[in-house]
């Protein structure tokens, strides 16, 4: 299994895991079990955990909230936010041969807005990414966003985003 880095056009930095141990939840084993054959995958499974989504939506509000533009860019953090879309991501990571991506918000996360703006633009960035894995479940998964330090807020989106919760079944 290989974990990757597609985060940057030009950039791919590459981890290879060599082996694949889960830790028993159950108490009845304390050591290193090998992992249930409902997750056994091929040696060259490749999974990049760096996929930033970054809808129009998103950077129109990070340039609403006065994020600098520079060229026709949003800068956050002094770094470029690039045109992304779902379909041009997947034709970039097929053509890296990656199975399977984790998409996640980028810098600054949505704290940046105030009150319900920030839970808002969650509840959009959350329902994109939903969109996406459900046209393609078998090789995209997210880190649902989260409008905190707002936690009401959070527990309420948590709440209404039950498809963004990890499930294991082992």
């Known amino acids: 299994i290989s974990i990757c880095n597609l985060g940057w056009p030009n950039f791919s930095s590459l981890i290879v895991v060599t082996h694949l141990h889960l830790v028993s939840t159950d108490g009845a084993d304390p050591n290193i079990m090998s992992p249930p054959s409902a997750i056994d995958l091929p040696d060259d499974f490749t999974i990049d955990v760096h996929t930033h989504a ?10 609403a909230s006065g994020m600098p533009v520079v060229g026709g860019t949003v800068l956050v953090d002094g770094f470029m936010t690039p045109k992304w879309d779902i379909d041009s ?8 041969r990656c199975d399977f991506s984790i998409m996640s918000v980028t810098s600054p996360g949505v704290n940046f807005a105030q009150g319900s703006e920030a839970a808002n ?8 990414m939903a969109k996406s ?6 090789r995209l998964g997210a880190f649902g966003v989260l409008p905190l330090p707002d936690v009401a807020a959070s527990l309420v989106e948590i709440k209404n985003e039950p498809r963004m ?6």
């Open 89 to 96: 991501y997947m034709e970039r990571r097929d053509q890296l």
């Open 121 to 128: 633009l969650a509840r959009r960035l959350n329902e994109s």
């Open 165 to 170: 919760a990890v499930k294991v079944d082992a």
């Open 133 to 138: 894995i459900a046209t393609r479940p078998s």
């Open 54 to 63: 970054v809808p129009q939506f998103f950077k129109d509000a990070l340039i």
